[in-house]
């Protein structure tokens, strides 16, 4: 089978200009917020930081689960995911700017902040500015370290043909996919969860994973309708591989209900002080309800009902147009997710001074667009680099016989 080995992404190549103006228009705008309003500022980014660092991790995780698997749907779309893990270092260059606002963001990260409830000797030790600068350095490390890897031999592949590079590949994503799992854990009760240093949760970071998976499969399942009728990914990709990934993100969407279903039958089950707060704010006693409700909804239900029917997952539009509302529900559970927190924070009794209400701020709204802008159009320039299809993978031939 020959196989067209030209990077060319016209639809894509009329969007990265338009992205990059959106992201900067943004990212200024949001820099304007600034002066009005450091901690505002701050909560927002931090939003659309873990918003779009969603995608990057995702196709991390996914890109070494192929090499892992070996199946054909991972194949097929093993180009966007490699072009995902090549923006992580752009990643890291956003988060920079949370650092000069730990204060603003975690009330922990103030000096002379006491901690409340259980175990305050080990989150005194575990929440230090510095400490938090130190891990995080530690994750993005292993990320692109890994990342890079990976890349590297995959385009060594493309030029030698070498069978090695295969079995290299899978060699570092077994411990990859450890190492994923326990960075990503982490990350997400640094970055979110502290934010109440009170409250925790032991499902915390698996709800975080499933997310990424969610968003990720849902990117890369848009990205291929766009190309799946142009060379040289319409010579390998059919319906058949829409099939599959339209049972994957049916997958993810019932998994990350369970695994949210289950923290809150376990937390309100369990009835203690430090933990119940957390969701009678967000069912209870605010607008937050209605959000929630929304989640059930739209992020369950909706996407779960037509991922079910078989067309859908066989149709390239309709796949996509669910896995548009998909990405839509993610960053309305991330405004879910980080928000209601800080009011959840003063239930708690904590001090949080001049951090701003929960509720939703034009800059909570301009924060996820202008670094979605930004990564957007690194995603296309990256993509660009390379050809679609891994053409000298010796999987590559037995992919175009599924239907």
Not at 103 to 123: E, L, N, S
Not at 213 to 225: E, N, Q, R
Not at 260 to 280: C, D, K, R
Request: proline share 5%.
């Amino acid at each position: 089978m020959q196989h067209d080995t030209t990077a060319t992404h016209p639809l894509l190549a009329r969007v990265q200009i338009p992205a990059l103006i959106v992201g900067l228009l943004g990212v200024g705008g949001c820099a304007l917020g600034l002066l009005v309003s450091r901690e505002q500022f701050f909560r927002a980014w931090l939003i659309g930081f873990v918003f779009w660092i969603s995608v990057p991790l995702g196709c991390f995780a996914f890109l070494m689960l192929q090499h892992l698997s070996g199946g054909g749907w991972g194949l097929v779309i093993r180009r966007f995911l490699e072009t995902g893990t090549r923006t992580l270092p752009l990643m890291l260059l956003l988060f920079i700017p949370l650092l000069f606002g730990l204060p603003d963001v975690y009330v922990w990260a103030r000096p002379g902040y006491h901690f409340h409830g259980t175990q305050t000797h080990f989150k005194s030790i575990w929440l230090q500015p510095n400490w938090f600068m130190l891990r995080a350095g530690i994750y993005f490390a292993i990320w692109i370290f890994l990342s890079f890897l990976l890349n590297r031999w995959s385009r060594q592949q493309d030029r030698t043909r070498n069978p090695r590079l295969l079995w290299k590949m899978q060699f570092v994503s077994g411990p990859g996919l450890v190492l994923y799992a326990l960075s990503v854990t982490f990350a997400s009760v640094d970055w979110v969860m502290s934010i109440d240093p009170n409250w925790f949760s032991t499902i915390f970071g698996m709800i975080f994973m499933v997310g990424q998976g969610l968003f990720t499969l849902a990117f890369v399942i848009i990205l291929a309708a766009v190309y799946h009728d142009r060379p040289p990914l319409s010579g390998v990709i059919s319906r058949g591989h829409f099939h599959d990934l339209g049972n994957l993100l049916m997958a993810f969407t019932l998994l990350w209900a369970y695994v949210a279903f289950s923290q809150y039958l376990i937390i309100w089950s369990g009835n203690t002080q430090e933990e119940v707060p957390y969701f009678v704010y967000r069912t209870k006693v605010t607008a937050w309800k209605w959000v929630s409700l929304g989640l059930v909804i739209f992020h369950f239900a909706v996407p779960f009902a037509l991922l079910l029917w078989r067309r859908t997952k066989r149709s390239v539009r309709m796949l996509a147009a669910v896995a548009g509302l998909l990405i839509l529900m993610r960053l309305i559970d991330i405004y879910w997710l980080v928000i209601p927190s800080y009011a959840h924070a003063r239930i708690h009794g904590s001090t949080l001074g001049s951090l701003p209400s929960a509720s939703l701020n034009w800059m909570d709204l301009l924060a996820p667009v202008g670094i979605g802008g930004l990564f957007i159009a690194a995603y296309i320039w990256q993509l660009q680099r390379l050809p679609l299809v891994p053409v000298h993978d010796p999987r590559l031939e037995e992919v175009g016989q599924h239907d």
